[in-house]
């Protein structure tokens, strides 16, 4: 029973716009009426009417230590006893970089902003900025957050120039974006051959998350880290949701290429607002105030955001991976077995610390084509079956599921009995 939570949408739709502060909360994705969450503890939720349920989307990330890890919170309360925010320099920003710096091999110098679209944004600016050119590259199903640039989506051919992916997105800027298909290193060779020394920059998330989980195909991030190179175009790994999710140093330490940007956010706040830009140093220098690439924010690097930022890095090391990779695999193989032994057709795609379960699609999902052709009207009904099991995925089939350091095999073995008995009711 959700009865306080029906109450509640339906007073949030009347001050806010859908009844939420983030559209893919409303439950569309999935249909039905949104959870309203009260607390968390671990790997655990308790929402408005008091039902509990093992969480999967961990805030869409930042939880990889579970809810209200003690430190965290003992960092927080450390801090807030001090101040809340100055707007002005404070020791622990220092810390937080340095602790950036010294895991993620491509960052020499990193930008703390308050949201994983500012620092996207302000990477495709200082990219421009850098390189004075004015096109950039993405990858259709990769999202970075909602800024003009990148709500553009493909037009009608794949090396025609962008058309707006939503309204309020002006065709000038729209135009300046090339959608091309990820895992298509061929494509990517084409664009720049077709647009030499056009292209400020191609951005990407090193895996893809946003249109569930697709790990790049063996070769594709070295090849496009050749053809940017070749033209002289920055290569920007939007890590938002990768970085200290799927290794200590993010993808490019996982697969041993490095980006000229970088960009985080999620783990990296401890759970509270944050989103950063980091890079090679010689890029990060034309960033206002010692650069003309300008980028500022009330709140970014506040103390409080800092402070439990640096307690939940600090708990983090290649060990924690190690141990994480093997749960994520052991999980992702018992509930593919689930799917045979209920003759049901899934791909089960995974990479250290998020997974996703694709119905009736390619037994290899490797690019978004395979995505939006899996049964999506599948996957809803599996949310739904989970969710009455006391599992809480992430409400939309191209989303990801997150596991983290709270979710022991008791955790994963309750919630493969739940997958049991979901599959057989779908
Ligand atoms: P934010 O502006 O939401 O902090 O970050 C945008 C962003 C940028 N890059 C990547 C790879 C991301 O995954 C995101 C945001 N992720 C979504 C979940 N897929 C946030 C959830 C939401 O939009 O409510």
Same mark, same amino acid.
């Given at each position: 029973m959700r009865a306080k939570s029906e109450q509640l949408i339906e007073r949030a739709r009347r001050f806010i716009p859908g009844g939420v502060n983030s559209p893919v909360r409303a439950f569309k994705g999935v249909g039905g009426e949104p959870v309203f969450l009260r607390s968390g503890e671990g790997a655990w939720l308790e929402d408005v009417d008091g039902n509990r349920y093992i969480d999967y989307v961990s805030s869409w990330g930042p939880m990889i230590l579970g809810h209200r890890h003690p430190d965290v919170v003992a960092a927080i309360r450390k801090q807030a006893q001090l101040a809340l925010g100055f707007g002005a320099p404070t020791e622990l920003e220092i810390e937080l970089a340095e602790r950036i710096v010294a895991a993620v091999p491509g960052v020499e110098k990193v930008r703390l902003v308050n949201?994983?679209?500012?620092?996207?944004?302000t990477a495709i600016r200082l990219a421009r900025g850098f390189t004075g050119r004015d096109l950039i590259v993405k990858f259709q199903g990769c999202y970075h957050g909602h800024s003009d640039s990148l709500l553009a989506k493909a037009g009608s051919g794949v090396l025609t120039l962008g058309i707006p992916n939503s309204p309020g997105?002006?065709?000038?800027?729209?135009?300046?974006? +090339?959608?091309?298909? !990820?895992?298509?290193?061929?494509?990517?060779?084409?664009?720049?051959?077709?647009?030499? %020394?056009?292209?400020?920059?191609?951005?990407?998330?090193?895996? $893809?998350?946003?249109?569930?989980?697709?790990p790049p195909l063996p070769g594709f991030l070295e090849s496009i880290r050749q053809s940017t190179q070749e033209d002289g175009s920055l290569l920007i790994f939007d890590e938002v949701m990768t970085g200290f999710r799927v290794a200590l140093g993010g993808a490019q330490a996982r697969y041993g290429v490095m980006p000229d940007l970088t960009t985080l956010g999620k783990v990296i706040g401890g759970g509270l607002p944050v989103g950063a830009l980091g890079g090679r140093r010689d890029i990060m220098d034309h960033l206002a105030p010692d650069g003309g690439?300008? @980028?500022?924010?009330?709140?970014?690097?506040?103390? +409080?955001?800092?402070?439990?930022?640096?307690?939940?890095?600090?708990?983090?090391?290649?060990?924690?991976?190690?141990?994480?990779?093997?749960?994520?695999?052991?999980?992702?193989?018992? +509930?593919?077995?689930?799917?045979?032994?209920? %003759?049901?057709?899934?791909?089960?795609? @995974?990479?250290?610390?998020?997974?996703?379960?694709?119905?009736?699609?390619?037994?290899?999902?490797?690019?978004?084509?395979?995505?939006?052709?899996?049964?999506?009207?599948?996957?809803?009904?599996?949310?739904? $079956?989970?969710?009455?099991?006391?599992?809480?995925?992430?409400?939309?089939?191209?989303?990801?599921? !997150? +596991? %983290?350091?709270?979710?022991?095999?008791?955790?994963?073995d309750a919630t493969l009995a739940a997958a049991d008995g979901a599959l057989a009711a779908i």
């Open positions: 949201s994983g679209t500012e620092a996207t944004m997105v002006p065709e000038a800027i729209a135009s300046q974006t +090339l959608t091309l298909p !990820f895992n298509d290193a061929g494509a990517v060779r084409r664009a720049y051959a077709a647009y030499a %020394g056009r292209i400020a920059c191609l951005i990407l998330e090193p895996v $893809a998350g946003n249109m569930g989980c697709v690439v300008y @980028q500022a924010g009330t709140l970014s690097g506040n103390p +409080l955001t800092a402070a439990a930022g640096i307690a939940m890095l600090d708990a983090l090391n290649d060990d924690f991976y190690v141990a994480l990779e093997e749960r994520t695999d052991t999980f992702a193989a018992e +509930l593919r077995a689930l799917c045979v032994r209920h %003759g049901r057709r899934a791909t089960v795609n @995974q990479v250290c610390g998020m997974f996703s379960i694709f119905f009736d699609a390619p037994e290899r999902v490797t690019a978004f084509e395979h995505v939006a052709n899996a049964n999506s009207d599948a996957f809803a009904r599996f949310f739904h $079956a989970m969710l009455e099991r006391g599992v809480y995925l992430a409400p939309s089939a191209f989303e990801v599921g !997150f +596991l %983290g350091a709270q979710h022991s095999q008791d955790v994963l």
